[in-house]
């Protein structure tokens, strides 16, 4: 009972965190929308994608198996492994970005990433830093810390997406008032991609991201720093090779993820116009951002008590069952607010130049609920050993996802491409719901 007590009060701590961080993009998000243009918001989703597909590959996944050995020896060995391998793989993106600059703008397909580029070998390697110190904090129980890192990257990307886009429309000569009735009264100002418009999005992530890495190596700093004279090179690659199976198994199951999220843009905008994929961006983005900071709140309680309890009991099952529970209290509501107001509360919230994205957000919403249940169990392959058999999993599921906006587009109406990966993801989740329940439970 004490545990389950712990385990509640360590997701609630990392909740509060999350509404606060939630709560402010969700105020701000009906501003963002009136100062920055839908395709700049396609500019910025092509920059994420990149960003997020080069950090698969930064620490060689080593980063995840940091919660699990029971001393702290291995962990700070494994915390010493990822971070050279996220130096080398920085290293290498910056002599790329340089060496290949002209042909990777071209093959980006946006002229205004010309010289943020540069910022992806520095956002590869926060975010991979970010990542390390998150699960070091976890495997520690700094779940205030943890959530007070969230609120401090969510309100400097904010005010640094909001400087930008008021500068943007000529702040401070202009008011703020006067910018915001301006956008409003000539939504023809709001147009296409700016330069500083580009800057305000991508410059913004940068620096929240570095915020977050600040406040989380405190702690590490403060507390842990004598953990490091156990560091050696020997003990180093004794944890590289006890947990291959990271760089192995689940980097390739990782890169089919990020591939998947990757291609999505490139083939959206292939088949159809920049305004469409900035609806498109746009939706994931106000429904799963909100939705996976919860998830991932829950998933980080549960990968360190799931973790701990399979190595003294061995089955996790009741756990698991407990888990999707109350994520599906949460997630369900949800799913009916989008399903019968998600158009109009779009409209309504973000102008009516957003309510494509509300009709969005309609037909993905089972998708994207169903997702938002799985995703805090979605570390039980790793604590049972069964990175291989989610692996193959995750390939088909992927491979459902980009099919079905492929067959969206040679149909030219996307519309029926999300309509399609809504109803193939439903059938996905369903199995892998019953999947993960079953591999939970203690082998006999």
Same mark, same amino acid.
């Given at each position: ?16 965190? @999350? ?20 395709? *700049? ?6 920059? !994420? ?67 943020? !580029?540069?910022?992806?070998? #520095? ?8 990542? #390390? ?23 400097? #990307? ?21 910018? /915001?009735?301006?956008?409003? @009264? ?14 305000? /999005? ?39 090779? *006890? ?20 291609? +999505? ?10 305004? !469409? ?38 089955? #996790? ?5 407990? @888990? ?58 790793? +604590?049972?050993?069964?990175?291989? *058999? ?10 459902? !996802? ?17 309509? +399609? ?8 989740? +369903? ?12 082998? @006999?």
């Amino acid at each position: 009972m004490k545990s389950l007590s712990e385990y509640s009060k360590n997701v609630l701590t990392l909740l509060s965190g @999350t509404v606060i961080a939630q709560a402010l993009p969700i105020l701000f998000a009906p501003v963002l929308t009136r100062i920055f243009s839908p395709e *700049e918001f396609a500019v910025y989703g092509v920059y !994420i994608a990149v960003v997020m597909f080069c950090t698969v590959l930064s620490s060689g996944r080593y980063e995840l198996a940091i919660i699990l050995p029971e001393d702290d020896e291995k962990a700070i060995n494994l915390l010493s492994l990822s971070y050279r391998l996220l130096a080398v793989v920085s290293a290498a993106v910056l002599f790329v970005v340089f060496i290949f600059h002209d042909r990777l703008i071209a093959l980006l397909g946006h002229d205004e990433l010309s010289g943020w !580029i540069y910022l992806l070998p #520095i956002g590869i390697f926060f975010l991979g830093s970010f990542n #390390i110190l998150n699960y070091w904090n976890n495997r520690k129980k700094r779940f205030k810390n943890l959530s007070l890192a969230r609120v401090g990257q969510a309100s400097t #990307i904010l005010a640094g997406n909001a400087a930008a886009g008021f500068a943007k429309h000529g702040f401070p000569d202009k008011g703020v008032l006067q910018i /915001l009735s301006d956008v409003q @009264t000539n939504p023809g100002v709001n147009t296409g991609v700016s330069k500083l418009g580009a800057i305000g /999005l991508v410059g913004g992530h940068v620096c929240g991201v570095f915020i977050s890495n600040c406040v989380l190596l405190y702690k590490l700093l403060s507390r842990d720093r004598s953990l490091f004279k156990k560091s050696n090179r020997v003990q180093r690659k004794s944890v590289a090779k *006890e947990y291959r199976a990271f760089p192995r198994v689940n980097m390739a199951h990782a890169l089919s993820d990020k591939v998947q999220g990757m291609s +999505i843009p490139f083939i959206m905008l292939y088949f159809f116009t920049d305004k !469409i994929f900035g609806f498109y961006s746009y939706t994931i983005r106000i429904v799963r951002a909100p939705l996976g900071m919860v998830s991932s709140s829950i998933g980080q309680v549960f990968y360190q008590k799931g973790a701990e309890q399979y190595n003294q009991q061995g089955d #996790i099952s009741v756990l698991v069952k407990a @888990t999707m529970k109350k994520t599906a209290m949460i997630g369900i509501p949800c799913l009916l607010i989008l399903v019968f107001f998600g158009p109009d509360l779009f409209a309504f919230v973000f102008s009516d130049d957003w309510r494509v994205s509300g009709e969005f957000a309609r037909i993905l919403a089972p998708w994207l609920i169903l997702n938002f249940i799985v995703s805090p169990v979605s570390q039980v392959p790793l +604590i049972v050993n069964k990175q291989r *058999e989610a692996f193959l999993l995750s390939l088909i599921g992927n491979g459902l !996802i980009v099919l079905s906006i492929v067959v969206g587009g040679m149909m030219k109406d996307v519309k029926i491409g999300l309509m +399609i990966l809504s109803t193939t993801q439903v059938i996905y989740y +369903i199995w892998l719901i019953i999947w993960t329940v079953k591999i939970s439970k203690k082998r @006999t």
